[in-house]
């Protein structure tokens, strides 16, 4: 089991920042990747930025490529935080993130751990 925890959502200006935090936990040794999907209301769960152990290889939405930065640092054999910086928000990035873990997917059904959300709000 591996255990993600987010933080690091608010609320903030459009053209401004904000880094979101995953923490990882437990089996973290199983996994291969992580990525970062976002729900604004009423809408479907939409896939951001992923992360792939192998090589350090990231992959980006269209809608967020060049904003948006993701990363990861080990804390240790069962411990691993992954990031996303996000500069020059827009309002249209308004949405509750979540981070996910095993894969690398932009798809969530391949993705075996989900935290629980933070949001995030971009005023105009």
């Known amino acids: 089991q591996v255990q993600l925890v987010e933080s690091g959502g608010g609320l903030v200006q459009a053209g401004g920042s904000l880094r979101l935090s995953c923490a990882a936990s437990?089996?973290?040794?199983?996994?291969?990747?992580m990525g970062w999907f976002r729900q604004a209301s009423e809408k479907e769960r939409e896939w951001v930025a992923s992360?792939?152990?192998?090589?350090?290889?990231?992959?980006?939405?269209d809608s967020v490529k060049g904003r948006f930065t993701i990363s990861k640092d080990d804390n240790g054999p069962t411990e691993l935080t992954v990031y996303l910086e996000m500069n020059s928000l827009e309002p249209e990035d308004t949405a509750v993130y979540y981070c996910?873990?095993?894969?690398?997917?932009?798809?969530?059904?391949?993705?075996?751990?989900w935290g629980q959300g933070t949001q995030v709000t971009v005023s105009s």
């Open positions: 992360i792939n152990w192998r090589g350090g290889t990231t992959y980006y939405a």
């Open positions: 996910a873990g095993g894969s690398a997917a932009v798809v969530p059904r391949y993705y075996t751990y």
């Open positions: 437990g089996r973290t040794f199983e996994m291969y990747g």
